[in-house]
């Protein structure tokens, strides 16, 4: 089966800066790649996703990136606020409506 | 319109003792999803429903773990015997039959003592 790792599992960046977050994956039939941001207390919420027809998606300040050669993907914020500080995971699967494979997870704490 | 609901939001049980799980899935999905998140890690996958077809079962941990779902509407996540190992956040999930995102309810926090 699919096997997502995610790294890192902490991320402290200042306010401002950019963050970046990588996940490989294991499985070369997933073709769907959500992340997600989980605040405490609540349900993951879908931040963005990429489908494997292209390599790279933006939204805003959000960014991610694929490469399906080396079966890896990142998550990349820039111009990091305070809201951002959260736990991020990465998923895979072979599609939108398929179960998803998730990463561990990474905390991001933005500081003033 | 409405999320995904879930209830209840946390609950508490001795070890040993049945548990009911209730997942309100968005209006008009045909899928759903459960997951169990244990402390600190990612989610991981446990039963998937799709309309009328034989639910994906593959993530059940053990034969203590059931679900059932009617039709389009709720589902129940059961757990039997429960063991302190059970204890985590079980979230559910729903979507749309093609392409689209799954999105989440907030959570069953469930302590085993």
């Known amino acids: 089966g699919e096997n997502v790792e995610q790294h890192p599992s902490t991320l402290s960046v200042q306010e401002g800066d950019s963050a970046v977050i990588k996940c490989t994956y294991s499985?070369?039939?997933?073709?769907?790649f959500p992340w997600y941001k989980q605040e405490l207390g609540k349900g993951p919420q879908l931040i963005i996703d990429i489908r494997s027809n292209v390599g790279e998606k933006k939204d805003q300040r959000i960014a991610v990136t694929l490469n399906k050669t080396a079966k890896h993907f990142s998550l990349h914020i820039t111009e990091t606020q305070p809201e951002d500080s959260a736990v991020y995971f990465c998923?895979?699967?072979?599609?939108?409506?398929?179960?998803?494979?998730f990463g561990t997870g990474t905390r991001l704490q933005v500081t003033l | 319109g409405a999320g995904v609901s879930q209830s209840p939001s946390n609950k508490v049980t001795e070890k040993g003792k049945d548990v009911e799980l209730r997942c309100d899935p968005i209006s008009g999905h045909t899928a759903l999803y459960w997951y169990r998140q244990r402390l600190g890690q990612g989610l991981e996958f446990l039963i998937y429903?799709?309309?009328?077809?034989?639910?994906?079962k593959s993530g059940l941990p053990s034969d203590r773990f059931s679900a059932e779902r009617t039709g389009e509407s709720v589902s129940t996540l059961t757990i039997q015997r429960t063991q302190q190992e059970d204890s985590a956040v079980y979230l559910c999930a729903s979507s749309l039959v093609r392409g689209s995102e799954q999105y989440f309810g907030p959570g069953t926090r469930l302590t085993v003592t």
């Open positions: 429903f799709q309309g009328n077809s034989a639910p994906d």
């Open positions: 998923a895979a699967s072979i599609s939108a409506a398929s179960k998803l494979t």
């Open positions: 499985d070369s039939a997933s073709n769907y």
